[in-house]
Structure formats: structure tokens, C-alpha cells
């Protein structure tokens, strides 16, 4: 069966710190696509970021990065000089092939970034 | 492009009565979802359509929950009779296509059971 496990439920951190925001998952499927969500304090869900299980190539985006390792089947995500605007809980989401189109999100990790 | 419409945003109903949820998905998108969102549950996914198809319900936690897609251009999310433990937000999404594409989700709607 499918899950996913955000371990961390919040990180409090200060204003250009490095924060990692971990991410386990679990999955009998070889296609499978891992996801990750911004929540803000708006409430909205802001897609972030999708990688599919082929690809292993960590991608950076300006500040944001992540890193896949199926070794140990993880999604790391990485925000670099954190600022207050980043304050949000994180999700972490996994579809699998056989599962079709249901898309299972972890716990959710809530980032308070202080100034 | 606009994207996933909710409405409405917020709904305070007393326990018993009914509440109708609405859900306009990104024009072209042939799936859509409805999520509901607690602090006890997390998000969690209750049904889903293709087509305008109902796909998989299982997610629907009981026969007070009903969900149509008359077009592709419009969903309803129904809870008759609403009680207390409804109160969430409801999510709506929606996306094109094969596996793994991104869902795009609605701003939600916050309904509060009293």
C-alpha cells in the first residue's frame, strides 16, 4: 500500500537559515510520481514541484531544491535562506500507477520561518 | 487562464441542513477531485471523476455524501443532512490527463457545522 511519512510536524527556524523538510515514502509500484504542495496561511495549495520515479535528477528552483533518493525512498525538499514569506505547511504526495489517479499527501510539515 | 473555481468560500449551517458545495474546474481538464481537509485526517481524497464519470467514491465517508458532475464544466460536492464532524474545507481539483499530471487545486471552501 501507498503512504507517505513527514516525520517532522513543524520546524521553527530563523530567517536565513537552510531548512530541509524530510520526506519518506512507501510504494510496491516501479511508476510512481512524488509531489510537493505549499499550504500559506491563505489556505490556497500551490503546487511546487512533480517528479516522476525515472527520474532521480535533483532539481533546483531559486531557493527551493530537492533531492530524490529511491535508495531510500525519500523526497527531501530544501529551502535556502529561508524568509518569513516561506512560513507555510508543506505537503508531500505520492500517485502510483496501479492506484490510477488517487494521490495520497503526508501529514503535512509546518514551517514557521521568524524574522 | 482562471483557475480552479470554488464556491462558496465559506458556509456556516446548522446541524441537519443540507449544504451544497460547487466546483468549476480549469477549462479543458478531464479530472476532477474533491478533497476534504481536517486536522485529525489531514487531505484526504473522496471521490474522484473522468468525464464527467464518477471513478472511485471510496473516499466518501457516508451515504450523506453525495458528489455529481452534470458537465464537464461544473461538480457539486452534497451533504444532507450536514452534521458537526462535517466541518472542514473541501477542496476541489482538477487536472489533465494521464497519471502523474498535477492537480490543481481550488482556493477551498471552510464549512462550519454548528
Known amino acids: 500500500a501507498q503512504k507517505v511519512t513527514q516525520a517532522q510536524t513543524e520546524i521553527s527556524v530563523v530567517e536565513k537559515e537552510d531548512v530541509t523538510l524530510d520526506c519518506v515514502y512507501e510504494t510496491r509500484d516501479t511508476t510512481y510520481y512524488l509531489f510537493w504542495y505549499k499550504q500559506p496561511p491563505s489556505g490556497e495549495l500551490v503546487f511546487l514541484i512533480r517528479?516522476?520515479?525515472?527520474?532521480?535528477q535533483n532539481e533546483i528552483s531559486g531557493r527551493y531544491s530537492w533531492n530524490f533518493q529511491k535508495s531510500t525512498s525519500s523526497f527531501n525538499f530544501t529551502i535556502t535562506a529561508s524568509q518569513v514569506v516561506d512560513s507555510a505547511v508543506y505537503f508531500c504526495?505520492?500517485?502510483?500507477?496501479?492506484?490510477?489517479?488517487?494521490?495520497?499527501f503526508g501529514a503535512g510539515t509546518r514551517l514557521f520561518v521568524k524574522a | 487562464d482562471a483557475g480552479v473555481i470554488q464556491s462558496p468560500r465559506h458556509e456556516v449551517t446548522e446541524m441537519g441542513q443540507e449544504v451544497t458545495l460547487r466546483c468549476k474546474p480549469i477549462?479543458?481538464?478531464?479530472?476532477l477531485f474533491w478533497y476534504r481537509q481536517t486536522m485529525m485526517r489531514g487531505l484526504e481524497l473522496l471521490i474522484y471523476?473522468?468525464?464527467?464519470?464518477?471513478?472511485?467514491d471510496s473516499g466518501m465517508p457516508e451515504d450523506r455524501f453525495s458528489a455529481k458532475m452534470p458537465n464537464a464544466s461544473f461538480s457539486t460536492l452534497k451533504i444532507q443532512p450536514s452534521e458537526p464532524r462535517d466541518s472542514a474545507v473541501y477542496f476541489c481539483?482538477?487536472?489533465?490527463?494521464?497519471?502523474?499530471?498535477?492537480?490543481?487545486f481550488g482556493p477551498g471552501t471552510r464549512l462550519l457545522v454548528l
Open positions: 504526495a505520492l500517485s502510483e500507477s496501479w492506484g490510477g489517479f488517487k494521490t495520497i
Open positions: 517528479r516522476n520515479s525515472f527520474d532521480e
Open positions: 477549462s479543458g481538464h478531464d479530472y
Open positions: 481539483a482538477s487536472t489533465l490527463g494521464a497519471l502523474g499530471e498535477t492537480q490543481y
Open positions: 471523476f473522468n468525464n464527467n464519470v464518477p471513478i472511485d
